[in-house]
């Protein structure tokens, strides 16, 4: 099985509530780490004007780029879930190494300033999925903009886009997300 997000973007306002929420269940300092970012994307020309945004995370791509090229394994991938965590104790950090952040597509790795530059990165809220709960950034989403789940029976499956203005399916890595674009 492999975990994975569904981001549709027809419903996403950008107000950040995905992001504020991951922060403060797992007490990131605002001003230092984010986990989870939006993107805005804006299109056209005065006054045609298109504005849509893009929510996204550690994407858990089924052949990480980031566990295979980190020298210490710091990095690694759950047969269980397909979710791919980090071991801050392992890693070497940003100013010794940084290999992680080079090797993903996406510059999803985060390195804590806090935590001697140890890198950090969503870990699919780990915790909550134990106890049958969904990720937080899923649940506080007012505008049910996200969802989560089994790549294969995540809701609209059949409906999806791999990618979307703002994001490029590499398929080297395969990323473990689906979107609907906004129309």
Request: proline share 7%; glycine share 4%; net charge positive.
């Amino acid at each position: 099985m492999q975990m994975a997000f569904f981001f549709n973007q027809s419903r996403c306002s950008g107000c950040l509530t995905c992001v504020i929420a991951c922060r403060q269940w797992h007490s990131i300092d605002y001003d230092r780490l984010s986990w989870r970012r939006i993107e805005t994307i804006e299109e056209g020309i005065f006054p045609q004007l298109r504005v849509s945004f893009l929510s996204l995370s550690c994407l858990h791509c089924q052949t990480p780029a980031c566990a295979s090229s980190c020298p210490t394994s710091a990095i690694i991938k759950r047969e269980l879930d397909g979710i791919v965590l980090s071991d801050p104790e392992r890693c070497l950090g940003e100013t010794l190494c940084g290999r992680c952040k080079e090797a993903c597509p996406y510059t999803i790795p985060r390195f804590n300033p806090d935590q001697d530059w140890k890198m950090e990165k969503c870990n699919f809220c780990c915790d909550r999925l134990a106890q049958g709960r969904r990720p937080i950034c899923v649940e506080a989403c007012p505008m049910d903009a996200l969802d989560a789940g089994p790549l294969d029976t995540l809701p609209r499956v059949d409906q999806y886009d791999k990618e979307i203005k703002g994001f490029r399916h590499f398929e080297e890595v395969n990323p473990s997300i689906r979107f609907r674009k906004k129309k």
